[in-house]
């Protein structure tokens, strides 16, 4: 199993990315976004588990979609700030319930990360 995620870069404040992660080997019934910024704890972002769910800090401004033929799921990022600097990785797992969809610890799977930075 592989998870291979890209999609990363330099864009300006206000700018759009869309971050991609194809899975190779099997499907999986959760994937997710996570971040971690320098310094700081990784932290979720988003997740799909027959719905999407999302952060806070990125409602209305990021939009997660699967593509089930691709095996890929997408993170699409538009109104970009510079907070959103990170390294972005992606997840996956099966029997991942509810209340740990947020949570790192609930994913054994996970690709090898993107760098985003937001230039002001």
């Known amino acids: 199993v592989q998870l291979q995620a890209y999609g990363g870069g330099l864009v300006q404040v206000r700018g759009s990315l869309r971050l991609s992660c194809v899975v190779s080997?099997?499907?999986?019934?959760?994937m997710a976004w996570f971040r971690q910024a320098p310094g700081k704890e990784r932290e979720f972002v988003a997740g799909?588990?027959?719905?999407?769910y999302y952060a806070d800090s990125v409602k209305g401004r990021f939009t997660i979609s699967r593509d089930s033929a691709k095996n890929t799921v997408y993170l699409q990022m538009n109104s970009l700030k510079p907070e959103d600097t990170a390294v972005y990785y992606c997840?996956?797992?099966?029997?991942?319930?509810?209340?740990?969809?947020?949570?790192?610890?609930?994913?054994?799977?996970w690709g090898q990360g993107t760098q985003v930075t937001v230039s002001s």
């Open positions: 997840a996956a797992d099966d029997g991942v319930i509810l209340s740990t969809l947020s949570k790192g610890s609930a994913y054994h799977y």
């Open positions: 080997g099997r499907t999986f019934t959760a």
């Open positions: 799909y588990r027959w719905r999407e």
